[in-house]
């Protein structure tokens, strides 16, 4: 039999220091609830326990308190986001049939303690799960303590056993209480011995093994401070130790066998889940649910074309979604009237687009979920926008997004609880892991599933046309209907434009540019192996830690736990030190673009050898599109070599490609939106205004700024924008932090009108709770209320940036969508392809070139009315590497 035991308190903490600030739609603090059942559910899947317990401090005074009255005295209070979790995840794991156990003046580690070993009385295999080392003194053959560790590459388990601690420690678990006893704990306010720390404490201990045997042979002790101390702060050791020592005899009044697990995933767990928004939480509950929602009431199944027309016919707007895969193609479609929802008859299928465009025709509004997705399924919708105009789709996901740009996804129950209070099951709950696909293809043969999909699809045609009044109303309320209407609804139809397209891709050209990176990688790996003295994993840390650091005894090195670090930050640092790191880094280099881009790149093209990118609309909180599928935006740039991936893109035969790139517009929006009159001077004297900005902040005239000034002055320039700290200049331009501080000092002075914007930004956004672009695009900013520092800190910086940010990306969406639809209706063959940033590039026929540079220059140049220029930088060439 197994027993788990879990220290409630800490892996609460560390969830809700491990994740991202989490709230509901209603702004309660969920990130820690769900990181610790997160955590929990891996734990029971991994250790497979028959019986668990949670062990929870009750925040009273202890007996430690009342031996010393400063223990855990210098300990700052909780967060009132993470306490306001405590009674939330304590209510949900009742919900799920856990016990739990607390005591009043009794600590979480003193119930772990006499817990263990009550179980180990019963026989049972124990784990305890904890982040707090303390508990490795409750180690024995029988108990073995979990601790999780943050890891840049995620979080790993070290488990101990008591010979597990005595292999790593060289000190057995409750000698392990002597160590603390002499070196104290700051956490908890235990003193200690002045002057030991950690590892005078573990060779004194590993030598006397306790502090009474140490403190018996003081005058032996070797360093003498060491010695001169024990002596003197002997009972501050004694006292130290007391309070180190978990109590294993606690009087808790428990029969482990109420403990015993049977199915947590119970219906008022369920329920709380779904209350509080713990979408990710859902899919462990299978086939639980409250009970079918009233919407599915009204559904009517295989309905003919000309019956689904008659039940519409006074109707305003229509629900739509489908089934659709690549092997089985259409198989389904749903439309919905609200207290009706129908699917067309499978037979009528063929005549799907001929219902959408009667309906449309008839002055309906289509209201779907998610758009783009249907306009791939059925492409006549993109003659009806032509026809009808963007007033004929109402897309709930987009604008779900505008209202609250931090939710991860907005499938329909998450906008339908937002809005209507109503729940509906998620697609996770329905059907678990398994992809669209997959289903499509069970469905042919097996008919619940096929019943099971069709109630899904129609739930969320249904949802998608109850949604679209709340969320008009939404929009309205907070001001961004014209931000929905006029720039993010059209820019779906550019969108999908842009991924039908696609971009050609040289598959020859991108190997044989591989096969040359490879053989650079190859020459770098021998010249590293002759400075090592031998072959090794250079992409082994571990083994590239001990080259560097043991056998070449490089200095300068950062130790960790496990070594010595070998991270990318610390080996730019001793670059110059030995030439070997030099090529370590180069080698990274060429790794990184061989498989990231080449490898990754190879196979993407589609039958027609184009690579078709997905452009995603609703992912970034600054409103940014981002490419995925692959990501086409981060092929390098900076570097030469990753520049030169872009070679092998290039335009259809009879075409060419125009680049068009917007010249500075973040800076240029700041200068509008802040109205600093001498940065608006510097853009309209048309100079170079890194060397404008030089020359009024080292107070000099134009023609004598150095190129090193000028290199200083954009650093601030644009790090301004980003909200750059003097520490981050520094390592940009390579000075000292206090010289990087009167830089934007200066800088501040010469721009006055920068500083009190940018100061009343984030007065602003504290107050409203969020930033707002030129366009009235709302970024919520909740960290600005939090208690934890680091997280108030990055919310003020959020708070500045993203006004400039969001209105730059805004202008990019406007010229983007006038560009796209000038092409369009003026029945030009070029097309635009590709957005990456503040650049647009365009496939234009050769017939065309003049006439689209002009259009393109036209449209990004007049995408906004500012208070200086926005000027586009143009060029044409015969692959993307050329005209960037």
């Known amino acids: 039999m197994k027993l788990l035991l879990i220290d409630g308190h800490s892996i609460l903490n560390r969830a809700y220091y491990g994740l991202p600030h989490l709230t509901n739609s209603k702004g309660k603090n969920t990130g820690a609830v769900y990181g610790f059942v997160n955590t929990m559910l891996n734990f029971l899947d991994s250790?497979?326990?028959?019986?668990?317990?949670?062990?929870?401090?009750?925040?009273?005074?202890?007996?430690?308190?009342?031996?010393?009255?400063?223990?855990?005295?210098?300990?700052?209070?909780?967060?009132?986001?993470?306490?306001?979790?405590?009674?939330?995840?304590?209510?949900?794991?009742?919900?799920?049939?856990?016990?739990?156990?607390?005591?009043?003046?009794?600590?979480?580690?003193?119930?772990?303690?006499?817990?263990?070993?009550?179980?180990?009385?019963?026989?049972?295999?124990?784990?305890?799960?904890?982040?707090?080392?303390?508990?490795?003194?409750?180690?024995?053959?029988?108990?073995?303590?979990?601790?999780?560790?943050?890891?840049?590459?995620?979080?790993?388990?070290?488990?101990?056993?008591?010979?597990d601690i005595e292999e790593s420690l060289h000190v057995t678990p409750r000698e392990f209480i002597d160590v603390k006893a002499l070196m104290g704990d700051s956490s908890d306010n235990i003193p200690g011995v002045p002057g030991i720390g950690e590892k005078t404490a573990f060779a004194l201990i590993e030598k006397y093994h306790s502090i009474e045997k140490a403190y018996e042979d003081w005058e032996n002790i070797k360093p003498k401070k060491a010695s001169s101390n024990l002596h003197t702060y002997y009972e501050s050791a004694v006292m130290s130790k007391d309070l180190a020592t978990i109590k294993l005899d606690v009087d808790l009044d428990i029969d482990i066998g109420d403990a015993k697990l049977g199915d947590i995933f119970t219906e008022n767990a369920y329920k709380l889940c779904k209350d509080w928004e713990l979408e990710r939480l859902l899919r462990y509950f299978g086939e639980k649910k409250s009970e079918q929602p009233d919407m599915e009431k009204g559904f009517l199944y295989d309905l003919k074309m000309s019956e689904i027309e008659e039940r519409l016919a006074k109707e305003k707007y229509f629900g739509l979604s489908a089934l659709y895969s690549e092997e089985k193609g259409l198989?389904?479609?749903?439309?919905?009237?609200?207290?009706?929802?129908?699917?067309?008859?499978?037979?009528?299928?063929?005549?799907?687009?001929?219902?959408?465009?009667?309906?449309?025709?008839?002055?309906?509004?289509?209201?779907?979920?998610?758009?783009?997705?249907?306009?791939?399924?059925?492409?006549?919708?993109?003659?009806?926008?032509?026809?009808?105009?963007?007033?004929?789709f109402f897309d709930a996901g987009l604008a779900a997004y505008i209202i609250d740009p931090l939710l991860s996804a907005y499938p329909a129950e998450l906008i339908l609880k937002d809005v209507t209070g109503e729940s509906i099951r998620s697609y996770s709950e329905c059907f678990g892991k398994k992809n669209k696909n997959e289903l499509i293809d069970e469905a042919s043969s097996d008919e619940k599933v096929k019943n099971d999909l069709d109630s899904f699809k129609m739930r969320e045609a249904c949802a998608a046309l109850k949604v679209r009044s709340g969320l008009m109303d939404k929009l309205e309320d907070t001001g961004m209907t014209k931000l929905y209407k006029d720039i993010e609804l059209p820019l779906i139809f550019t969108l999908y434009d842009m991924e039908k397209t696609g971009m050609l891709m040289d598959r020859d050209e991108l190997i044989s540019y591989g096969e040359e990176l490879k053989e650079k990688r190859s020459e770098l790996e021998k010249l590293i192996y002759e400075e090592a003295g031998r072959e090794f994993n250079i992409n082994s840390p571990k083994q590239l830690s001990t080259v560097l650091f043991e056998d070449m005894k490089i200095k300068g090195g950062k130790k960790t736990k496990t070594g010595y670090s070998t991270a990318a930050s610390v080996l730019e640092e001793l670059k110059d030190d030995n030439p070997i790191i030099k090529k370590i880094l180069d080698y990274r280099k060429y790794q990184k673009l061989i498989s990231t881009y080449i490898d990754g790149l190879k196979d993407m093209a589609g039958p027609d050898g184009r690579v078709h990118s997905k452009f995603q609309q609703k992912v970034t909180a600054t409103g940014r599109i981002s490419s995925t599928e692959p990501n086409l935006q981060n092929i390098p740039v900076r570097l030469e070599l990753g520049k030169k991936i872009r070679k092998a893109f290039r335009p259809a035969k009879g075409y060419k490609y125009i680049d068009a790139d917007y010249s500075q517009i973040e800076l240029r929006v700041l200068a509008h939106m802040s109205g600093d009159q001498n940065l608006i001077k510097a853009y309209h004297e048309g100079r170079d205004i890194h060397r404008s900005t030089a020359a009024l902040v080292f107070h000099k005239p134009f023609d004598q700024v150095t190129d090193l000034e000028r290199r200083n002055a954009k650093a601030v320039n644009f790090g301004i924008v980003y909200g750059i700290s003097p520490f981050g200049l520094s390592k940009d331009i390579g000075t000292s932090v206090e010289e990087a501080a009167k830089y934007i000092e200066d800088y501040y002075k010469s721009f006055?009108?920068?500083?009190?914007?940018?100061?009343?930004?984030?007065?602003?956004?504290?107050?409203?709770?969020?930033?707002?672009?030129?366009?009235?695009?709302?970024?919520?900013?909740?960290?600005?209320?939090?208690?934890?520092?680091?997280?108030?800190?990055?919310?003020?910086?959020?708070?500045?940036?993203?006004?400039?940010?969001?209105?730059?990306?805004?202008?990019?969406?406007?010229?983007?969508?006038?560009?796209?639809?000038?092409?369009e209706k003026e029945n030009l063959k070029s097309k635009l392809v590709l957005q990456v940033h503040d650049e647009l590039l365009i496939e234009a026929a050769d017939s065309e070139l003049d006439y689209v540079e002009k259009l393109l220059k036209e449209e990004m140049e007049n995408a906004a009315s500012l208070s200086v220029d926005l000027i586009v930088d143009i060029s044409v060439g015969d692959n993307w590497y050329d005209v960037h």
Request: a neutral charge; charged letters at 30%; one cysteine or more.
């Open 331 to 392: 198989s389904g479609i749903y439309i919905s009237k609200g207290e009706e929802t129908f699917s067309l008859d499978r037979n009528e299928l063929d005549k799907g687009e001929k219902l959408l465009s009667d309906l449309i025709s008839n002055g309906m509004t289509l209201c779907a979920i998610d758009l783009k997705e249907l306009l791939s399924i059925f492409p006549l919708l993109l003659d009806l926008r032509r026809r009808f105009g963007d007033e004929a």
């Open 752 to 823: 006055p009108g920068l500083k009190t914007y940018l100061d009343g930004l984030v007065e602003s956004a504290k107050e409203k709770g969020y930033a707002k672009t030129l366009f009235a695009r709302r970024r919520p900013i909740p960290e600005l209320k939090s208690s934890n520092f680091m997280q108030r800190s990055f919310g003020e910086r959020v708070a500045r940036n993203s006004p400039i940010q969001g209105t730059a990306a805004d202008i990019i969406k406007i010229a983007m969508v006038r560009v796209h639809d000038r092409l």
């Open 47 to 163: 250790e497979k326990p028959d019986y668990l317990i949670v062990a929870f401090d009750t925040g009273a005074p202890t007996f430690r308190h009342e031996k010393y009255k400063d223990y855990k005295g210098n300990r700052k209070p909780m967060d009132p986001e993470l306490r306001e979790q405590v009674p939330m995840i304590q209510e949900l794991l009742t919900a799920m049939d856990i016990k739990i156990v607390k005591k009043e003046g009794i600590e979480g580690d003193d119930i772990l303690g006499t817990l263990s070993r009550l179980g180990e009385k019963e026989g049972m295999e124990v784990t305890i799960l904890s982040g707090d080392r303390d508990t490795l003194q409750l180690a024995t053959d029988k108990t073995k303590i979990a601790l999780p560790r943050t890891r840049k590459t995620g979080t790993i388990v070290e488990y101990y056993h008591s010979n």
